[in-house]
């Protein structure tokens, strides 16, 4: 079974609770995810404030290009 945990300011956080991933064809556990609650929240919002301006200051084609990379990544 696969442990997932979630990804906070680059790094793998995981929480005391988890959440059951189930395959929806056979019910059966597949895997379990962190149940992130306020805390995580606060930290990713505050993580994601952090980031923003070198985000914004990246010019289009290249944020264009990481996401599209990212895309192809979730794809494979």
């Known amino acids: ?35 992130c609650g306020a805390a995580e929240l606060d930290a990713a919002v505050a993580a994601a404030r952090l980031a923003f301006p070198k985000w914004r200051a990246t010019p289009l084609a290249e944020r264009q290009a990481m996401v599209k990379a990212l895309g192809e990544a979730i794809k494979a």
């Open 1 to 35: 079974m696969t442990q997932f945990t979630a990804t906070i300011d680059n790094k793998a956080v995981d929480t005391a609770a988890h959440l059951r991933v189930l395959n929806p064809a056979t019910e059966q556990l597949v895997a379990e995810a962190p149940d």
